[in-house]
């Protein structure tokens, strides 16, 4: 089972990167908490991994901290909750915003997640209030965000509605989102930009 990988990172998007180390790319499904921590393509980055293995198929799952990992194991041990339903969690919400609405139960918060339903939500309360705590959002939550390369506006609103519509959400609701992002700076980047649409998604 892969538990970590170090290499040469050769692509990266919103919930994918491909590693490359020695030689072989690994192709990682990662939470946008971890894709705004990422640096330039071409750099050296370590994440921490999760195999998910399955009859039909193997999956490589990246955090760039143990926190998120823990997290997201936590969250994918709910039933109903799968690894990818895991991962649109995290992206959707930041960890803090997951842990508080399930400690405050929440629900309209978490329902706000392309995929969660109302019958989720409950048993994400249920089986989590009481082991997700303060120290799991001081673990997952990053640091920093970094800053992203000088987009054209009309480029910049293409890849953020882009980013939001694999998330989940449906088109005309991700293109009014970002419009209202870039509404409060049009020069927002990438990572700034795709914050605000989805602060504004999960109200």
Known sequence: ???????????????????????????LTVPLSTFYELPETGSVVAL??????????????GFKSEGEKR??????????IGPRLAITLLS?????DIVQSIRQNNLARLVSVPGVGKKTAERLVVKLKD????????EAVAATSRASGDAKPSDLRDDVVSALVNLGYQRPQAERAVS???????????????KRALRALSR
């Open 1 to 27: 089972m892969i538990a970590h990988l170090s290499g040469t990172l050769i692509q990266k998007q919103p919930n994918s990167v491909v590693i490359d180390v020695g030689g072989v790319g690994y192709e």
């Open 48 to 61: 921490r991994a999760y195999t998910y293995v399955r009859e039909d198929a193997l999956q490589l799952f």
């Open 71 to 80: 997290l997201f194991l936590l969250l994918t041990s709910v039933s109903g």
């Open 92 to 96: 959707g919400l930041s960890a803090e």
């Open 131 to 138: 082991k997700v705590t303060s120290a799991t959002v001081s």
């Open 180 to 194: 209202d992002a870039l509404k409060e700076e049009a020069s927002a980047t990438f990572e700034v930009a795709l």
